[in-house]
């Protein structure tokens, strides 16, 4: 069992207003301590709140976290998890059509496909150069990417950090 402390951040990029308190008590109880956030209006999408909140924990807070929202209708999420000496760094994006996606991370932030993963996509890839396409699209969770990323920005002046796709 890995010890230690990490950091992270849970963005919560749309959710309904009557939802925000079971969020916070929700991603409370998965920290081990209660929670307030600060709610702000999701410019992307009528009557939804945003939120972002930088947290430290135990290492595994970050998946504790993602399990606690998982598969709530309408709630849109990302958590990461910073990577320890003694721990891989984490990244779960939730949307209600897609459900949950995770990639481990690295010291800079990129996710790491495992080898297996890759071998498999080449292997139902074949020779077929689109679907090799596919299936690092689908093991880099670029259909989660693509649909945050208009939840992700944010009306002026709200206090948003930026996720960019490299490459």
């Known amino acids: ?13 749309s959710s309904p207003r009557a939802l925000c308190p079971h969020v916070e ?3 409370g109880r998965a920290m081990t301590r209660a929670v307030n956030f600060s709610w702000l209006d999701q410019p992307a999408q009528d009557g939804a709140r945003r939120t972002e909140f930088t947290w430290t924990g135990a290492v595994g807070t970050g998946a504790a976290i993602a399990s606690a929202l998982r598969g709530w209708e309408h709630l849109r999420y ?11 760094g984490g990244r779960w994006m939730h949307t209600p059509d897609l459900g949950v996606f995770y990639a481990q991370t690295d010291v800079t ?12 996509a080449m292997e139902v ?18 259909a989660w990417d693509d649909e945050l990323e208009p939840f992700r920005h944010a009306a002026e002046g709200n206090p948003v950090v930026w996720l960019h796709r490299v490459g």
């Open 25 to 27: 008590w929700a991603a």
């Open 125 to 142: 890839a074949g020779s077929n150069a689109l679907e090799l396409h596919r299936e690092l699209r689908l093991a880099l969770g670029q």
């Open 1 to 13: 069992m890995v010890n230690g402390t990490t950091t992270g951040v849970l963005y919560v990029h």
């Open 78 to 88: 990302e958590v990461t998890e910073e990577p320890t000496s003694e721990s891989d």
């Open 109 to 120: 932030g990129n996710m790491v496909v495992p080898e297996d993963r890759v071998r498999y």
